[in-house]
């Protein structure tokens, strides 16, 4: 038998040792280190990665004073995108007396260019467009897939005036960000934002309006597939150069890969507003989202929010109702210096106002919006340009609108280590 097995073994060795053959000799003999080299090697190559990484790990034990066996195992951590792992084997080549080799160096400091410890970024946007009813106050947005949405109108007593002329609008947008890497009890992170938006009227200067945002996050990479972060944020609106509420918001996100590679994100957000001493609004969000990478270019992104949220009024038995129920999807192409995105919603709104204390006013507003953007990206920077189209259709016309915008926006980065 052992005449056999040498006879087989020497043919096989003239074509190369296939991974079951290796495995064969592997059982014969778990210490041959020649053997587990091979076998590690050619499970690497077809794709068996877990044999590969237990096969170094084993070949660490066997000979912890060859820098090669450390080295093998953190590349292929490494090219699985497995970094924590990898920085914890190249920790350990340190620890055995291999720091010094220029080989450990070398992927160390590959590792750390990974690792964005912090970087702040900033943008600056210019949109122009057409509104057919600009009684109608902007829509505000923030990062988080959260959003409010605030309507004035004229009134005189409880007519309105009269339908203002269609008129052009222009938006200016400022934004700044930055990331901090804590570095303390695993992979803490601290992000900061600033987001400022006017919206002026060609036609009525006493509609412009201003909104800050001012909003901070603490994050945890729980592990490689899961996320959890925390969120404050501060807001303040102005509207026709009268102050129209403050807003104070707390939040939570969690994210999780799945094994078929879909991310799953659960949001959950709480906000007062503060529009004067007799009039406070709450509302609570619930978010869904899930993305999935398609091939090596190409992601899309769906899911949906609810929110529910009322307004009070200080002694008044006054109570006003607002749900919203709105789902999306996007679609994006990302080559390596330019990009592709597409995205549209829909958005069902029910209103239930109480227009004094006997009186209540219901309205449903259907809103369908479209945005197609593409533009050129570099390291340090994107620029975008983009055409938003969004209609809204309400059982009160007065709140009827369309919207069309052609906006362009310039992002800078800067990063440091």
């Known amino acids: 038998m052992r005449k056999l097995l040498t006879i087989f073994i020497f043919t096989s060795s003239l074509f190369g040792e296939t991974q079951e053959e290796l495995l064969l000799l592997f059982f014969e003999d778990p210490t041959d280190i020649s053997v587990n080299l091979k076998l590690a090697k050619e499970s690497t190559k077809n794709g068996d990665f877990d044999t590969a990484i237990a096969t170094y790990e084993r070949l660490i034990i066997f000979q912890d004073e060859v820098p090669e066996h450390y080295l093998n195992l953190a590349e292929l951590y ?6 924590t792992q990898a920085e914890m084997t190249i920790d350990e080549a340190i620890s055995a007396g291999h720091g010094k080799d220029s080989r450990v160096i070398k992927i160390q400091k590959q590792l750390d260019s990974r690792k964005k410890h912090s970087f702040w970024s900033g943008s600056l946007s210019y949109s122009y467009g057409y509104d057919s009813n600009p009684l109608l106050a ?32 222009a938006n200016y947008t400022l934004s700044l960000s930055s990331l901090y890497d804590i570095g303390l009890l695993g992979s803490f992170y601290w992000r900061n934002g600033l987001f400022f938006n006017r919206k002026e009227f060609d036609k009525f200067d006493e509609l412009q309006s201003d909104y800050t945002q001012y909003s901070s996050i603490l994050g945890n990479k729980i592990d490689e597939k899961s996320e959890l972060s925390l969120g404050f944020e501060f ?55 899930v993305s999935k990478p398609l091939r090596d270019i190409e992601s899309i992104q769906f899911g949906g929010r609810v ?14 109702k607002y749900l919203e129920q709105k789902l999306f999807a996007k679609y994006r192409v990302d080559e390596k210096s330019i990009f592709l995105a597409v995205s549209g919603e829909i958005d069902i709104v029910n209103h239930i106002d109480n227009i004094s204390e006997n009186q209540t006013e219901e309205r449903e507003d259907f809103k369908r919006s479209l945005d197609i953007s593409g533009g050129y990206k570099w390291r340090y920077g994107k620029l975008s340009i983009g055409y938003r189209f969004e209609k809204n259709s309400s059982n009160l016309k007065y709140v009827n609108s369309q919207k069309e915008e052609i906006y362009t926006k310039m992002e800078l980065f800067i990063q440091s280590h």
């Open 78 to 83: 490494n090219s699985l995108e497995m970094y």
């Open 138 to 169: 902007p829509k505000v947005s923030d990062i988080e897939l959260f959003f409010q949405d605030e309507r004035m109108i004229l009134l005189e007593g409880e007519k309105i005036t009269s339908l203002i002329d269609n008129s052009n609008f």
């Open 235 to 289: 807001a303040n609106a102005k509207y026709s150069n009268k102050n129209l509420f403050d807003s104070y918001g707390l939040s939570t996100i969690y994210r999780q890969t799945l094994e078929s590679e879909f991310t799953l994100s659960l949001g959950l957000k709480y906000q007062l507003y503060n529009y004067t001493e007799m009039e406070k609004r709450d509302s609570g969000t619930l978010s869904i989202v």
């Open 307 to 320: 929110t529910q949220s009322g307004l009070s009024f200080s002694g008044e038995n006054r109570f006003d």
